[in-house]
């Protein structure tokens, strides 16, 4: 069952100048996507920085606006609603942001934090029901019921991580927007939260959009993977397809700078020129051409190319893919 797609998404930032602050330009965070996830499903979102992966994520939970398009889950376009129809659905869906320590007010403590959900959403009606839900809800992500006495500055950045997981669970949602969950703890830790996430997945069938920038971290996490460079997908097929026959050069180039530990491992290293253009004024033609070892002229610079189906269930949006 499909449980969140989005088409034709367009999020666009004015650029303003001058003593009367007028817009000329736009920055292109979002161009033109469209996706879905089914429930219970996990959809990687991946690329460089900077490319509007976060935006993205933010913009599917109506945190940022839209531009253009549609936001349909469980069959309400979110992109359409007012924020008081908008408040009653975000039950369904949540989100665990970046960062463990900017994501808690340090003036809650833990049970406060997660207890602001249930509170907002009036889920249990007594309060002693309240405290028993945070005691399950912390235990569930490994914590101990005592925690939530505790104020953030007094967790690891893995800890608090843990609480924000454990206050988007707090409303039983179905889709949970995971931005970059890992990318600021260490190793040992990021593979505790990926566990988590994913056992957490199994026993509450919950779906993910889990955005990362290391393609490792979210093949080993994802039923399907997306590729985004900027602000358009440029791949999408399932984790073990990319893995195995990426078919975009800018997808192949990521596989490319992922650490192998074999010192004799014959693969390629594909270094790609240049920095990420600006979203302000984005290439002609193919966003990637510039940087691309494949690009051919004029095509790639005149024609852009369609996100297109190369092989079943396998798309990208390369002319010569």
């Known amino acids: 069952m499909t449980l969140l797609e ?3 998404l367009k999020v666009h930032f004015p650029v303003r100048y001058g003593l009367f ?3 000329r330009h736009f920055i292109k965070a979002v161009e033109d996507v469209s996706f879905t996830i089914e429930a219970g499903e996990t959809l ?3 690329g460089e920085s900077g490319c509007g992966k976060t935006t993205l994520g933010r913009t599917v939970v109506r945190l940022l606006e839209p531009t253009s398009g549609s936001i349909n889950f469980e069959g309400s376009d979110l992109a359409r609603l007012s924020r008081k129809q908008l408040r009653a659905r975000r039950r369904g869906f949540q989100m ?4 463990p320590y900017g994501s808690l007010n340090p003036r809650m403590t833990a049970g406060e934090s997660i207890g ?3 509170e907002i959403h009036p889920l249990l009606a007594k309060e002693p029901a309240t405290h028993a839900r945070i005691s399950e809800l912390l235990a569930a992500v490994g914590l101990e019921p005592a925690h939530a006495q ?3 500055d007094e967790f690891s950045g893995g800890q608090r991580q843990r609480i924000g997981i454990a206050r988007a669970l707090a409303v039983e949602p179905k889709l949970i927007v995971c931005d970059e969950p890992v990318s600021a703890l260490d190793v040992s830790v990021q593979a505790q939260i990926i566990n988590l996430l994913k056992t957490l997945q199994q026993t509450a069938g919950l779906a993910y959009l889990f955005i990362a920038h290391d393609l490792a971290v979210v093949e080993h996490m994802s039923h399907r993977v997306m590729v985004m460079y900027l602000g358009k997908i440029v791949e999408l097929a399932e984790a073990k ?3 195995r026959n990426a078919r975009h050069p800018y997808t192949q180039a990521l596989i490319a700078a992922i650490p192998v530990i074999d010192p004799d491992s014959k693969r390629k290293r594909i270094v790609l020129p240049g920095d990420v253009p600006s979203p302000i004024h984005p290439p002609s033609g193919c966003p990637f051409h510039p940087r691309c070892p494949m690009a051919q002229f004029p095509r790639c610079k005149t ?3 369609a996100l297109r189906q190369v092989t079943t269930g396998h798309w990208a949006a390369c002319h010569f893919a």
């Open 21 to 23: 602050r007028r817009s």
């Open 96 to 99: 665990i942001f970046q960062d």
């Open 116 to 118: 602001e959900a249930i």
């Open 303 to 305: 024609e852009v190319p």
């Open 6 to 8: 989005v088409a034709n």
């Open 44 to 46: 990687g979102l991946v």
């Open 150 to 152: 505790r104020f953030p």
């Open 241 to 243: 397809a990319i893995a």
